[in-house]
C-alpha cells in the first residue's frame, strides 16, 4: 500500500481530514461584496470530500497522470477544491487569472494542451471566445456564481456543482511521488510570451513550511485579497494555513478600501501583499480608527521604503519583508531586523549574489542582477514547460537569472531597485519611484498612483521622462496644478513628474503587480487626461 507523504497536497488534506476533520481551515468571505450573501467556509473533511468528486469527474473526463486542465476563477472554494481533486487524479491544473482573454488566454490553453476548463460563470465569454482557436478543449465544468448579469451558456458545460454533490466511491491517489506536477503557473509575459513554470507537487508541500520562516503562530488567521491563481497567495497564505490549520479568509479579490474593515471582523492577524498595493492602501485617506485592527504583521514583498515607517505607525502594524518568484529564489528580512528598504538575506541553503553583464560579482552598493542556486554549488533548475531553450537560459552558467536588478550593503543585506531594463534616469538621476508614488499617494484627491517611464521629449539616449499615472477619489474636482505643488514641495526636482496621467484604473496582473506596457499603450503627451506643469 502506498505511503502517504504531506509534500502530496491530497495526502495533506486527507491526513488532517481525519485528525481535525470539523476545523474550518478556510473562510470565503462573501461580506464584501455587499451581495447579503453568507461566507463560504470548508473544513478539512469537507475539503477531502469534495476534492475526491472532483478528481473521480476529472479521471471520468479521461485525464491520465500528466493531462492537464485549466482553472479559471476569482478566490471560491471550489478553486482549492479543484486543486486537491488535481493532486488526487495525477491531473495537472493550469491556474489562469479569471481577467485573461484573446489571444493570451488561447496561447497558455494551447501551449499547456488542456483537454478541459474548471471555470467560473463569468469567465464563459472569454473562453467561448477562442474555443474553436484550442480544439483540445473537450469539456468545461463550471462554477455558477451568480456574480455576472448574463452568464454564458455554452455548449457542452457541466455544472460544477453536480460534480461535488455527487457521492462517489474514494479515488485512490495516483501520483508515484511528490515529484509529479502539481500546476503549470505561467509567467505574465511582459517580455513575450508567457512561459509556464512546472511546479511538482512537492514545491506546494513545501509552501505549508513556509509558515516557519513567515513568524506564523498557532493562533494567526492569515488573509489576502490576492488571486490564488498567482503563487504569493498559495505560497504565504494557503500553502502555511492548510498545513498548521492557521484558519486562513480570502476575499474573492483585493480591495483597498475595505481591506482593514476584513481585518477587523475575521480578526485577521496578518495579511500578504505586493509593493504596489501598499501605496494604494497607503493612499487611502486617514482615519482615526487606522490603527484600530487586529492586524499584527503584514507580509510584503516590495514596499517602496519611503513609506515602510510611515505605515508601521499609521496602521500599527510591524512589515515582514521577503522576496521571490515561481521560478525560485528565496530570501526574508524578519520583523526588526536589517536596514530599512531592504527585502532581507537568502535562507539557508540557497546562495545568492549581485552579478553584472558578464557575471562578475558586484561590489557593494552596485546594482546588478539578482542571481541565485543552491548553496551546495549544484547548478539552479526551472522547468518551463515544453520550453527547454527557455529553461537553459534562465539557469545560465548554473545561477537562477531573476531578471531583477538589485543591490547588497557591506553587511550582505539585500535590495530590489528595478526589473532588468526597467530603470528610469531622468535628467542623470535614477529615480525612486517609491518617493515620488508617495508624496502623491498622500494626496487627498489621489486615489492610486504608478509612477513609469516613458522616451524623453528631450531624445536623450539612457534617460526617460517620468509619468505618474494617477487614479482620482471619487468625486473630486481635480487640480493637476496642486498634485505638481506637492511634489516640488516632497521631491527633488528631477523627480518632479514630467507628465501626470489621469486613468480609471491602474492595469494590475493577478498578483497586483502594474503592468506598465498598458499604460505606455494609453500615454501620448497630448492625449486628453495627460497634464504637464505650468511653470509660467
Not at 319 to 330: P, S, T
Not at 429 to 437: A, C, H, L, S
Request: net charge negative; aromatic share 8%.
Amino acid at each position: 500500500m502506498r505511503e502517504r507523504n504531506e509534500l502530496i497536497l491530497a495526502d495533506l488534506i486527507a491526513a488532517r481530514a481525519e485528525r481535525q476533520p470539523d476545523l474550518d481551515v478556510l473562510t470565503f468571505e462573501c461580506w464584501s461584496l455587499g451581495s447579503g450573501a453568507a461566507d463560504e467556509v470548508r473544513t478539512y473533511a469537507e475539503l477531502h470530500e469534495r476534492g475526491n468528486r472532483i478528481a473521480a469527474a476529472l479521471i471520468g473526463h479521461g485525464l491520465a497522470v500528466g493531462d492537464r486542465f485549466g482553472l479559471m476563477m476569482r478566490n471560491h472554494p471550489e478553486f482549492v477544491e479543484t486543486m486537491i481533486g488535481a493532486s488526487i487524479s495525477g491531473a495537472v491544473f493550469v491556474p489562469i487569472d479569471p481577467r485573461t482573454r484573446g489571444e493570451k488566454l488561447a496561447y497558455m490553453l494551447r501551449q499547456s494542451g488542456c483537454r478541459g476548463m474548471v471555470c467560473a460563470d463569468y469567465c464563459l465569454a472569454q473562453i467561448e471566445a477562442v474555443r474553436s482557436a484550442v480544439p483540445a478543449l473537450r469539456w468545461v465544468l463550471v462554477l455558477e456564481t451568480g456574480e455576472t448579469p448574463e452568464p454564458v451558456a455554452l455548449a457542452g458545460a457541466e455544472p460544477l456543482a453536480a460534480v461535488v454533490s455527487r457521492h462517489v466511491p474514494t479515488v485512490d491517489v495516483r501520483l508515484s511521488s511528490p515529484n509529479d506536477a502539481l500546476q503549470i503557473i505561467y509567467t505574465s509575459g511582459t517580455t513575450g510570451d508567457p512561459k509556464g513554470v512546472v511546479f511538482p507537487n512537492g514545491r506546494f508541500g513545501m509552501f505549508g513550511m513556509l509558515g516557519a520562516l513567515l513568524g506564523y503562530r498557532s493562533d494567526d488567521r492569515p488573509y489576502t485579497g490576492l488571486s490564488l491563481t498567482h503563487g504569493n497567495a498559495q505560497a504565504v497564505t494557503l500553502g502555511p494555513s492548510l498545513h498548521m490549520g492557521l484558519r486562513a479568509v480570502f476575499s474573492r479579490r483585493f480591495s483597498k478600501s475595505k481591506l482593514w474593515d476584513i481585518c477587523r471582523r475575521y480578526g485577521c492577524t496578518t495579511f500578504s501583499m505586493l509593493g504596489g498595493m501598499a501605496t494604494a492602501i497607503y493612499s487611502e485617506p486617514p482615519r482615526p480608527d487606522d490603527g484600530d485592527n487586529p492586524v499584527r504583521m503584514v507580509i510584503d514583498a516590495g514596499m517602496p521604503a519611503a513609506i515602510t515607517q510611515p505605515f508601521e505607525e499609521r496602521f500599527g502594524v510591524r512589515v515582514f519583508e521577503w522576496y521571490g518568484a515561481i521560478e525560485g529564489g528565496l530570501a526574508f528580512k524578519p520583523i526588526g531586523e536589517g536596514p530599512p528598504g531592504s527585502f532581507g538575506k537568502p535562507v539557508a541553503g540557497l546562495e545568492m549574489k549581485i552579478v553584472d553583464d558578464l557575471d562578475n560579482d558586484c561590489p557593494p552598493g552596485v546594482v546588478g542582477e539578482i542571481v541565485s542556486r543552491p548553496a551546495t554549488g549544484e547548478s539552479a533548475s526551472v522547468e518551463y514547460f515544453e520550453n527547454e531553450a527557455a529553461s537553459r537560459a534562465k539557469t545560465a552558467g548554473g545561477w537562477l537569472r531573476s531578471g531583477d536588478m538589485g543591490h547588497r550593503d557591506a553587511d550582505g543585506w539585500f535590495f530590489f531597485d528595478h526589473r532588468k531594463g526597467g530603470s528610469i534616469r531622468h535628467n542623470g538621476d535614477f529615480i525612486n519611484t517609491g518617493f515620488v508614488e508617495k508624496v502623491i499617494a498622500e494626496h487627498p484627491a489621489v486615489s492610486d498612483v504608478f509612477v513609469y517611464g516613458v522616451p524623453p521629449a528631450s531624445g536623450a539616449p539612457g534617460e526617460k521622462d517620468v509619468v505618474a499615472a494617477i487614479v482620482l477619489e471619487p468625486g473630486v474636482d481635480f487640480d493637476p496644478a496642486a498634485i505638481f505643488a506637492a511634489c516640488r514641495r516632497g521631491l527633488e526636482p528631477n523627480f518632479v513628474p514630467t507628465y501626470l496621467q489621469v486613468v480609471d484604473e491602474i492595469p494590475k496582473t493577478a498578483s497586483e503587480k502594474p503592468q506598465e506596457r498598458f499604460l505606455l499603450d494609453g500615454f501620448k503627451a497630448d492625449a486628453p487626461g495627460v497634464y504637464v506643469e505650468d511653470r509660467r
